[in-house]
């Protein structure tokens, strides 16, 4: 019998992603995976259709998300689990950052104007690689790196970040920040399960030390393709705070060619503990 294994940080064409959830939630069964969460950034519109897909296909769905924070400057990516995907306090937060991105997405297009790379914002709209018949959809900086890639102004999207649009560079705009303490209160008021997502991403050593000592729930220590031996350092800082720990691939389709669904994951034990988790949350 193939073993249990959840794979619980993947991204659909509702945000950064190039499947739909459909296409996410039938790959999974078909590579033998029993739980699945999507996490998608700032928005949770997969899961409209990925829930009855799910149901169909066998997969136990948890309900997840990827909110973007600031932390003295840093970008900090923490999941949220296991609340109600009707909870007023989590669709309120994903319509705020919605209006968040608007902006900085504009801001970001008015910066690659004045560096004589115009990129429309109906074209970002219209010529989305994924369908834009997706509700609620979250458009940021891999799509327009996607615009730059068909404008000819870069060579791939990598190329696009890497030149233009990582923290830093000539047209990346941090946005309005939104803090850590209040992604977390905001998870923690819809009964969720707040998660510091790929704590070895994060650039600065002091702000993970500072984000260890805040009210989280538990921190990403299996992720993508991580070595065995850095995982076992996440796993020991979680055990030793009594945190949860959690993974997943954080697959985003042809987005990220090297990283297929599944290639992180949490076993059966794990998964039931979120689940129940979820039973409290009144879902
Ligand atoms: P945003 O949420 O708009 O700030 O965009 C962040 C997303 O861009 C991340 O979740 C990644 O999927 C992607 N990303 C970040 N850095 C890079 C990079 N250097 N190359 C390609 N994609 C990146
Ligand atoms: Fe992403
Ligand atoms: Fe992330
Ligand atoms: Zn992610």
């Given at each position: 019998m193939t073993p249990f294994r959840a794979d619980l940080h993947c991204h659909t064409t509702c945000s950064d992603g190039s499947l739909t959830p459909i296409e996410i939630v039938k790959l999974a069964a078909e590579i033998g995976l029993k739980g699945l969460s999507i996490t998608d950034h700032d928005t949770i519109a997969a899961y409209e259709t990925a829930t009855p897909a799910a149901k169909e296909a066998g997969i136990d769905l948890i309900p997840g998300v990827e909110f973007s924070a600031s932390y003295r400057g840093n970008n900090v990516h923490i999941l949220a689990y296991c609340f109600s995907l009707s909870n007023e306090h989590i669709l309120a937060f994903c319509k705020r950052h919605q209006a968040r991105r608007e902006q900085r997405n504009h801001e970001i297009l008015e910066l690659l104007q004045h560096n004589e790379m115009p990129v429309s914002e109906e074209e970002l709209l219209a010529g989305l690689d994924t369908p834009?018949?997706?509700?609620?959809?979250?458009?940021?900086?891999?799509?327009?790196?996607?615009?730059?890639?068909?404008?000819?102004?870069?060579?791939?999207?990598?190329?696009?970040f890497s030149r233009y649009l990582k923290e830093g560079k000539s047209c990346y705009a941090p946005g309005e920040p939104f803090s850590v303490e209040e992604t977390i209160n905001v998870i923690h008021r819809a009964k969720g399960t707040a998660i510091i997502a790929h704590p070895h991403l994060i650039d600065r050593r002091s702000t993970v030390r500072h984000l260890l000592q805040m009210n989280f729930d538990g921190l990403e220590a299996y992720y993508a393709r991580l070595p065995k031996e850095r995982e076992a350092e996440w796993v020991k800082t979680a055990q030793e705070k009594g945190w949860l720990l959690t993974g997943g691939s954080d697959f985003h389709g042809s987005v990220k060619p090297n990283i297929p669904l599944g290639c992180s994951w949490v076993n059966e034990e794990t998964f039931r503990k979120l689940q129940s988790r979820m039973a409290k949350s009144g879902d």
């Open positions: 834009t018949s997706t509700p609620h959809k979250t458009i940021g900086r891999p799509h327009i790196a996607q615009a730059m890639v068909r404008h000819g102004y870069v060579t791939s999207v990598q190329d696009a």
